[in-house]
Nanobody, 123 residues
Framework: VQLQASGGGLVQAGDSLRLSCAAS????????MGWFRQAPGKEREFVAG????????YYADSVKGRFTISRDNAKNTVYLQVNSLKPEDTAIYYC?????????????????WGQGTQVTVSS
């Protein structure tokens, strides 16, 4: 599966963005989908994950209550609504697909990666 992330930008603290990740292929609905981010000089970290149906989600503590992951299997797209942005949210955001049976927070559990979209939050 090929993934294409979009929706990033330069925003001010407190603003919102909606990140999208479009997937190719007819088997999108069978994948666990995740969002990760990587800030300069830091390791890539898990942000949010969603199961195949959208009925189960999981978030990193740092974004819980501010970010919402969702998916539209008919459109082969997963979204990340990011609200109340903080300067520490600045990073490249990546979407990823996993053939695992459950949501994982580790990068090695994800089989396909998008190219990333930059989110920059100014104070």
């Amino acid at each position: 599966v090929q993934l294409q992330a979009s929706g990033g930008g330069l925003v001010q603290a407190g603003d919102s963005l909606r990140l999208s990740c479009a997937a190719s292929g007819r088997t999108f609905s069978s994948y666990i989908m995740g969002w990760f981010r990587q800030a300069p000089g830091k390791e890539r970290e898990f942000v949010a994950g969603i199961n195949w149906s959208g009925g189960s989600t999981y978030y990193a503590d740092s974004v819980k209550g501010r970010f919402t992951i969702s998916r539209d299997n008919a459109k082969n797209t997963v979204y990340l609504q990011v609200n109340s942005l903080k300067p520490e949210d600045t990073a490249i955001y990546y979407c990823a697909a996993s053939r695992s049976a459950w949501i994982s927070t580790t990068t090695r559990s994800y089989d396909y990666w998008g190219q990333g979209t930059q989110v920059t939050v100014s104070s």
